[in-house]
């Protein structure tokens, strides 16, 4: 079966460094997601492109957060500086974009932690 | 603006038990619905959906009917496992979001014991 790679599985740096998170889409999908996943907030959307152009990043703190798609394998999401608030599993998803019954495929997630 | 609600948990069952997951939601349009199940450790897999009012999607032993009357698309299972413990959400995806973009509810841990 065909999988969304995301590396790596898990991140531990201290606060202030740079992070960043990768995700390898299903091919042939143009439709991707980044989710944060936390206890107190459960699952929020960051950001989502379609053919690697970005539809919507509002979910995502501007000041500290970029995501960007290189190429339509590579999807990145990065945190400078980091804080430790910002730990959390991070998940990235794709999808084919073939109207709005198409599900979603996820990855196993990153899971930071932000000393 | 579009919601998912779920009803909360934890919910602990014995094996065999018959198990339920409320599941209401609010949308402009018609929206798609579905459920997904995330087991310890990994990412969301889909479940089950449903495209339509009056379908019923159904996967693995689970079932969901489209209810749109009630706004609803309440899981249900008539014997669970063990390993059925997981945390199961309920999306919906209204064609008017580009991308197929998905609205989470806040996800229900269940627990089932032997």
């Known amino acids: 079966d065909a999988r969304v790679t995301q590396t790596p599985r898990h991140k531990v740096t201290e606060m202030g460094q740079e992070v960043t998170m990768r995700c390898q889409p299903i091919l042939g999908h143009n439709t991707v997601f980044w989710y944060r996943q936390t206890m107190m907030q459960g699952l929020e959307l960051l950001a989502y492109?379609?053919?690697?152009?970005?539809?919507?990043d509002s979910g995502m703190p501007k000041d500290r957060f970029s995501a960007e798609m290189p190429d339509a394998t590579l999807a990145t999401l990065k945190i400078q500086p980091s804080e430790p608030r910002d730990s959390a599993v991070y998940f990235c998803a794709s999808g084919p974009d073939r109207g709005q019954d198409q599900p979603q495929h996820f990855g196993d997630g990153t899971r930071l932690s932000i000393l | 603006g579009n919601s998912v609600t779920q009803m909360e948990g934890p919910v602990t069952l014995s094996e065999e038990a018959f198990l339920t997951i409320n599941c209401t939601y609010t949308a402009t349009g018609y929206p798609s619905l579905f459920w997904y199940v995330q087991y310890p450790g990994e990412g969301l897999q889909l479940l089950l959906k449903?495209?339509?009012?009056?379908d019923k999607g159904s996967n693995k032993g689970f079932e969901a009917t489209y209810r749109k009357e009630t706004t609803s698309f309440h899981l249900e299972k008539g014997s669970v496992q063990v390993s059925d413990s997981a945390v199961y959400f309920c999306a919906l995806s209204d064609r008017w979001n580009q991308g197929g973009k998905l609205i989470f509810g806040q996800g229900t841990e269940l627990s089932v014991k032997p």
């Open positions: 492109f379609r053919n690697r152009a970005p539809l919507d």
């Open positions: 449903a495209t339509k009012a009056d």
